[in-house]
């Protein structure tokens, strides 16, 4: 979310069940990142049929459609192989274990994207730094309103915690995931609406750099564009624990 889209952005941005926090109201949806915005259909999007994957995943045909790579076509014996993603970054390396186990329809998602360059040369947009702590990536529209042209249905959210190094899904309301995801830099307190779909084991130093040098608070007090640029170059997707 450049500074320069502010304006266009407010509308879009996002809203959260943040325990203790009231909500924004649902015009603006102004309350933190783990939300996605809508954005207006590219053109011709609309007149895609909606499709829709197994019912486990729910993969569906949307909008919008920013870098379209495909529909997914859930496998449930790649789904199952555990993995590891490296994202190699302008502040350094990233490394988080996927919890295929636990989120294979997410995991699934995310290593379709990544293997197919979806995430290349993107940056993360926003990051938060009063009352929850998250960095959010993976639109490639740097406005927060991007999405891969699908949307798939939660998982893992019975108990769902945030301690420092989850990683989990933004979405803009039940069952609209896409490709925004958020890394948890600092123990934060949410609602269990996120899906956490991985664990970070390398790179916490990175995030913490990131959020060390702050954000520009165009989204209210601690909440904006990060001061430090955080370039997403290649995820790279490694078999095993």
Not at 87 to 106: D, M, N, Y
Request: charged content about 15%; proline content about 7%.
């Amino acid at each position: 979310m450049l500074k320069r889209r502010a304006l266009a952005v407010a509308a879009t941005t996002f809203a959260l069940g943040l325990a203790g926090v009231a909500s924004a109201s649902a015009a603006t949806q102004q309350a933190g990142p783990p939300r996605t915005g809508k954005a207006t259909a590219a053109p011709g999007a609309a007149s895609h049929a909606t499709t829709a994957a197994p019912a486990s995943c729910g993969y569906t045909r949307s909008v919008p459609a920013d870098r379209f790579k495909g529909l997914p076509v859930f496998d449930p014996v790649k789904a199952a192989q555990p993995y590891n993603a490296r994202l190699s970054t302008s502040q350094g390396e990233i490394t988080f274990q996927a919890l295929t186990g636990k989120a294979p329809c997410t995991t699934f998602s995310f290593r379709f994207l990544a293997e197919r360059h979806y995430f290349d040369g993107t940056h993360c947009h926003r990051l938060t730094t009063q009352r929850i702590f998250v960095l959010q990536c993976g639109d490639p529209t740097g406005t927060g309103s991007g999405g891969p042209g699908y949307s798939f249905n939660d998982e893992n959210l019975a108990g769902a915690t945030y301690p420092a190094g989850t990683v989990a899904m933004a979405n803009a309301g039940p069952d609209t995931n896409g490709s925004q995801f958020f890394f948890v830099w600092k123990d934060t307190r949410l609602s269990p609406a996120y899906t956490p779909f991985g664990t970070v084991t390398a790179g916490m130093d990175v995030l913490q750099k990131i959020a060390a040098a702050g954000e520009d608070d165009q989204n209210g007090p601690g909440d904006g564009y990060p001061s430090l640029y955080a370039g997403i170059r290649h995820i790279r997707i490694a078999s095993g624990r």
